[in-house]
Each structure stands twice: as C-alpha cells, then as structure tokens.
C-alpha cells in the first residue's frame, strides 16, 4: 500500500540535525522530495546530500529568508505538499536569571519563526486546497517547569498557534498536526547549556520521526490532530 508521502513534496525547518534530521529522512525513506532547512550550511549540505534533497539555507526567524525557503523549495520542486516546523532551540534559567534577551531569542525562532514559515507555506496550501503542515513542539508546552520560562512558554504558545491554524486551514482541506516529543537524545541539551545522561531506556530522534510518518499515514480525510510521544519507563 502506497504510503501518502510517497511522492510528496515536504519542507523540513531545523532538518540539519537532531529531529528535523530524522524526520528529513524518514520522509525520503517513503518517497517524499525533502527540502533541508537550516542556517548551518554545511550540516545542510551533508544532510541534503545524503537523502538527494534541496538545499535551503536560512534563519526562519527573519521573514525574507522564511519566505525565500519556502519560495525557493517550491519553485524548484514544482510546489510544496508538507512543511514541518521543527526549527528551535532552549535557553534554560529560574525566572530571576532569565534575562530579555533569552526570551526574546528563543521566541523569535521558536514562535515567530514557526509562524513567518507556516504563513508562507499557508497561502500555498489555501491556494491548492491541500497541504499538511506539522509543527514540532515539545512536551514542555503541556506542562511548565522550574527554569523552563523561556523554552515552556515558546511551546506553549506554538500549541496555540497550532490550534487557531487547525481551525482556520482544514476548511481549506489542509491538515495541521503538533508533535509534543518528551525527553529525546540529540544535541538539543548540549546546545542549551544542559547534561544529558545517556540511556537506551530514552526516547532517539528516529522514534519521533516514525510517530509522526505514522500519523500522516491516514487518509487526508482525517487526521491526528495531536501527538505526544514519551519514553515507556526512562528511569
């Protein structure tokens, strides 16, 4: 049986490492045309080489270069089917050493930058009657925590945003799904400030790819509105 991304066109933000990596190469692994976004050129690169997938360099946080990634994927892959909004990162502190400038970097890629893609690829997808767009957020986003200030309340606010595209687009015949992963070993930790205790008993990055290859596995006449994907017993 065909799997729906067989021959899709899909957008993956963020797909240089960690999830979006994953995610990049799930979706080639079924059939799809994978657009490798990034602001890393050479992780881009060697990601868009290993997949035969399209190059796209830039910060989604900067709204020329949100919309030139989306432009460019669908000019030279004839159009745009999927976008996954996976680009984002964590800043990390108790409220009294959380500073304007953490707020306001981790909202500007995590929120903004998630909306400044999302609008591009929306009026496409209005405009063909069909498109799924997937943001990633993260289990921080149903739940807040000591030092999560910055990171909790960008995914929180994704979700939201999330919810107001669901309304609005499936009337367009576009389906919009969020991805809550729990704790997963990529760099993500690393990359904040954070330790990482390694375990094989802790969620990999290609277990998040599969959840969501599987909940885009239904028909376009329905969907999975929201998945949230944790380890079994990570203790």
Known sequence: MTH???????LVTGASSGIGRAIAKAFHAHGSTVGVGG??????????????GVELVGDVAVEAD????????????????????????????RLEDTTAEDMEAVWRTNVLGAFLVGRAAARRMIAQRSGVIVNVASTAGLRGFAGGSAYASSKFALRGMTECWR???????VRVLLVNPSEVQTEFA???????????????AEDIADALVGALGVDARGFVPELSVFATNPF
Do not use: C, W, Y
Request: hydrophobic share 40%; charged share 40%; aromatic share 6%.
């Open 190 to 204: 690393t990359r904040a400030g954070r330790t990482q205790e390694p375990s094989p008993k802790k969620l990999v």
């Open 167 to 173: 309304d609005e687009l499936r009337r367009h015949d």
């Open 39 to 52: 602001r890393d050129a050479a992780r881009v690169a060697d990601v868009a080489r290993e997949i035969d």
């Open 4 to 10: 729906f991304l067989d021959g899709k066109r899909a």
């Open 66 to 93: 949100a919309e030139r990634i989306v432009d460019d994927f669908a000019e030279r892959t004839g159009g745009l089917d999927v976008l996954v909004n996976n680009a984002g990162f964590g800043r990390f502190a």
